[in-house]
């Protein structure tokens, strides 16, 4: 058994399932935080009975299954004895009441009834997800406290494809191992996120570098990882400007985004958001652009020839901020490597004078990448290397904002007692 997995154990969990087709992958989830050693109690919502039984919940957590308030104080006694509180899947409803204070069943009572934050894993439609009344709910959750998991991408029971797919029971169990083990910081108040009053600048997608009118060098980033780190910072108190190359994502919730398409436009756009606290440079910004742009399209030559295309190299946005004389206080950056992965990063921290680099290894033997899920990264300061394993995008952003608090906390101790 790992430390993390550890973390749950003799823990006792309060898991709320509402509706949802997700709701089956809850009673894998339960089968999971039983298995780490958990006490679980499940409130399962009139929407959540339309997709599993009373009888499967229970029979896997172990206890009744609570359907009803029964008994009349079962919203307070519940919230009182856990040490956490999940809602998976948490339904487009469930999010509009908690966010908006209802509390006319016993799942939105308890959850009202509680001063815990709750770790919060939505599934539903995506247009459900990205339309503003959702996410201004998110964002109301988020400023409460809470913690929210995914949604991830992918195809969805209705058969259309988009964000709202409900994360997998083993990232959530590793969200909320992470919930158990800072709830020895302090109690949640907005005023308390780790990251309050901290300002960051995240850079994410790929550059678009024009050639003419209709055509441009560009790469096939999709800006899931800069996106998440965005919405990860801001969940955790940064006020934070993403400055995003063309991506489908939505704008994250909470975060002030900006959209630009070159190199160019995003330097311009970055050395605007200055001073900040922290940089973060997820983008992968083309490294060249054609030396001229034409007004008009270039057409085929007569005789088949292509046309030569003179290229001229573009800013290094992560090495002018490290260079800049508003240096932001951490500034981190991505590297790709197909080989000698600890070697060539560390070269291109020190390179570029960036503090950190999350380092992954890119080519035959691994996956893309690009557009995936997930990725298995390494974090290279000057002093260290750890292996964070394969992981989820956002979990990734989740474990990064969370050494970037630390970083913080430590440098202000180290800064009182100078
Ligand atoms: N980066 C940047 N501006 C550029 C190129 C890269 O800000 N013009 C940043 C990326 O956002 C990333 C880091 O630099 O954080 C490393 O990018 P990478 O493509 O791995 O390195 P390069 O500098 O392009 O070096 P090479 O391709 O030779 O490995």
């Not at 800069?226 to 910072?233: D, Q, R, S, T, Y």
């Not at 030559?301 to 004389?325: F, Q, T, V, Y």
């Not at 608090?405 to 430590?410: G, H, R, V």
Request: net charge negative.
């Amino acid at each position: 058994m790992n430390t993390m997995t550890q973390t749950l154990e003799n823990k006792s969990i309060l898991l709320v399932i509402s509706g949802g087709i997700a709701a089956y992958k809850s009673l894998e989830l339960i089968r999971l935080l039983k298995k780490a050693g958990c006490t679980v109690r499940c409130i399962l919502t009139k929407g959540g009975q339309q997709f599993v039984t009373p009888l499967s919940v229970s029979a896997l957590c172990e206890h009744e299954v609570l359907t009803e308030d029964t008994y009349k104080m079962d919203h307070i006694h519940l919230s009182r004895a856990a040490d956490a509180i999940l809602i998976a899947p948490a339904s487009a409803d469930l999010l509009a009441k908690m966010a908006n204070g209802l509390a006319d069943d016993l799942a939105t009572a308890t959850l009202l009834a509680s001063d815990k934050p709750a770790l919060i894993a939505p599934a539903m439609n995506h247009k459900m997800w990205s339309h503003p009344a959702t996410q201004t709910n998110i964002e109301k959750l988020k400023s409460y406290g809470h913690q929210i998991i995914g949604p991830e991408e992918g195809d969805m029971a209705c058969g259309e494809h988009g964000i709202g797919r409900m994360s997998e029971p083993s990232e959530i169990l590793r969200g909320i191992e992470e919930q158990i083990h800072r709830s020895s910081l302090p109690p949640f108040l907005p005023s308390s996120l780790p990251l309050q009053g901290r300002t960051a600048l995240v850079t994410s997608g790929p550059t678009y570098e024009p050639l003419d009118p209709v055509r441009f060098i560009g790469n096939r980033s999709s800006g899931k990882q800069g996106h998440a780190i965005a919405a990860a910072l801001a969940a955790h108190g940064a006020s934070v400007t993403l400055i995003t190359g063309p991506v489908t994502l939505p704008d994250p919730a909470g975060v002030t985004t900006i959209h630009v398409e070159t190199a160019a436009e995003m330097l311009t756009a970055c050395e605007k958001a200055l001073p900040v606290d922290i940089a973060v440079c997820a983008a992968a910004v083309a490294d060249w652009s054609p030396a001229e742009q034409q007004d008009h399209k270039i057409k085929k030559r007569k005789r088949g020839n292509p046309p030569d295309i003179a290229l001229k190299e573009n800013p290094d946005i992560l090495k002018i901020l490290s260079n800049h004389k508003n240096r932001p206080a951490l500034v981190v950056g991505f590297a790709a490597e197909t080989k000698n992965l600890i070697e060539n990063a560390n070269e291109k921290r020190t390179r570029k004078n960036c503090d950190w680099i999350l380092a992954n290894i890119v080519g035959q033997t691994t996956q893309k990448t690009f557009g995936e899920d997930r990725n298995h990264v390494y974090l290279i300061t000057a002093s260290t290397n750890e292996d964070w394993q394969p992981m989820s995008k956002h979990a990734i952003a989740t474990r990064l904002t969370e050494e970037i608090a630390n970083y913080f906390e430590t440098k202000a101790i180290q800064d009182a007692a100078e």
